[in-house]
């Protein structure tokens, strides 16, 4: 009886194992061929780029670019929306963006603006609430009599590739109270921390990591691409 | 002389603003008859977005965009404007900057010619404005010596 409990329970393990290696590998197979598919599309845009003909597009793509957006800042602005106002408008931003289209988009990497523009609006909110959460711990220190901060300096070499993402997690870090960016030099951060606290959280690089993932800089694995990807497999999981 | 900066934040953020500063300043000229602002307050607003881009992205980059040649035409067109709009006036036997006498030529009533006298004058103001600010500041920080100039290469030279 016991033996054949004991045979029921290992033949039901291995159907679960068995299961779970089934899935698995379904899972594996559909990972690889999505990263093959967007490696193949990132190669075909690349490759789009280095031609001549694209790059003059992609200028005039930037001159109309710059165009709208300064045409919106005008309207936004001006306030005033009669055929006059609006055609010096037209006139203004069309001399601003002939001036000044390759200032707007230099260094842009390969990539969608749309999801840039996206991801972006969806990292302020975490980097407002990293905000608060820090200007509690530097008011703790503050206010607390013993005052107990330990000033440093830590340097930290940056994955990050572009001089706006450069930018964006400098000023990041120095909008975050108890940190403030001094330089960057050659790809390396030179931070002031007010304490060992706040210097460990930069350490953890998960501003970094958020950054990198706006500006979609894909050499590297990051958490939150592990963490949209998951959600992915998690809808794969369920249709199965 | 002035190189490009090293400072990638500075040169960054300069690079993102610079045309919507051009713009603002734009904006001041062309509504200074309906809000505050104007010729002189724009132009400035102008020549120091110019003035910000020769200290960021260094002399070759502004000089790209705008020559220096093109920027003394803009100085003297300005003064063209406001002194051929003053002198139209007298000569429509009106006092100088006599707005309301340009309704004759605009074909429009003289409150309406006044506005777009106003508007000329400040469309002249700004741009020699913003040619002369740009001018000075760049006389300025170039010590009055451009790359071109061999005669004096050796004298600006020991200064890099």
């Known amino acids: 009886m016991e033996v054949t409990l004991f045979i029921h329970a290992a033949d039901d393990a291995f159907r679960i194992l068995e299961n779970a ?64 106002h609006l055609s010096l408008g037209v006139i203004c931003s069309l001399i601003v963006a002939y001036l000044s289209h390759d200032l707007l988009f230099a260094n842009v990497r390969v990539g969608d603006g749309r999801v840039i523009a996206q991801r972006f609006l969806r990292y302020i909110p975490w980097l407002l609430r990293e905000i608060v959460t820090a200007n509690f711990h530097v008011a703790y220190l503050a206010l607390s009599p ?9 340097r930290f070499r940056t994955k990050l590739e572009s001089d706006i993402s450069w930018v964006t997690l400098a000023n990041s870090i120095t909008l975050t109270p108890g940190t403030i960016t001094i330089d960057i030099a050659d790809r390396e951060f030179m931070v002031h921390a007010l ?10 690089g998960e501003m970094e990591d958020r950054v990198a993932h706006i500006f979609m800089e894909a050499d590297h694995i990051y958490i939150q691409d592990v963490l949209d990807v998951s959600r992915i497999f998690a809808e794969l999981k369920r249709g199965m | ?41 724009g132009g400035v607003i ?7 881009l020769l200290i960021t992205h260094g002399y070759d980059e502004v000089k790209r965009r705008l020559p220096e040649g ?17 002198l139209t006036c007298l000569l429509l036997g009106g006092n100088y900057l006599d707005y309301s006498q340009l309704s004759v030529i605009l074909h429009v009533d003289p409150a309406h010619a006044r506005s777009l006298g106003i508007l000329g004058v400040e469309l002249g103001v ?23 100039d061999e005669k004096q290469s050796g004298e600006w030279g020991d200064n890099e």
């Open chain 1, 146 to 154: 013993k005052m107990p901060i330990d000033p440093q300096i830590i």
């Open chain 2, 70 to 86: 093109v920027v003394m035409l803009l100085g003297s067109l300005g003064v063209l404007i406001y002194a051929g709009i003053g």
């Open chain 2, 126 to 148: 700004g741009f020699t404005v913003m040619a002369i600010m740009y001018s000075i500041f760049f006389d300025i920080s170039t010590g009055g010596f451009l790359p071109g």
């Open chain 1, 195 to 204: 304490d060992r606290k706040v210097a460990g959280d930069l350490d953890t």
């Open chain 1, 21 to 84: 290696k089934v899935q698995a590998v379904g899972l594996l197979d559909t990972a690889t061929r999505l990263t093959s598919e967007t490696r193949w599309m990132e190669e075909k845009k690349v490759q789009g780029i280095l031609k001549g003909a694209q790059a003059t597009r992609s200028g005039f793509q930037n001159f109309v670019a710059t165009f709208v957006m300064l045409m919106g800042f005008w309207a936004l602005l001006s306030g005033k929306f009669d055929t006059f």
């Open chain 2, 46 to 52: 102008l020549g120091a977005s110019m003035a910000l």
């Open chain 2, 1 to 41: 002389m002035i190189a490009s900066s090293d400072d990638i934040i500075i040169k960054t953020i300069a690079r993102i603003f610079v045309p919507f500063i051009q713009i603002y300043a734009l904006y001041v000229i062309m509504h200074g008859h309906y809000s505050p602002g104007g010729g002189f307050q």
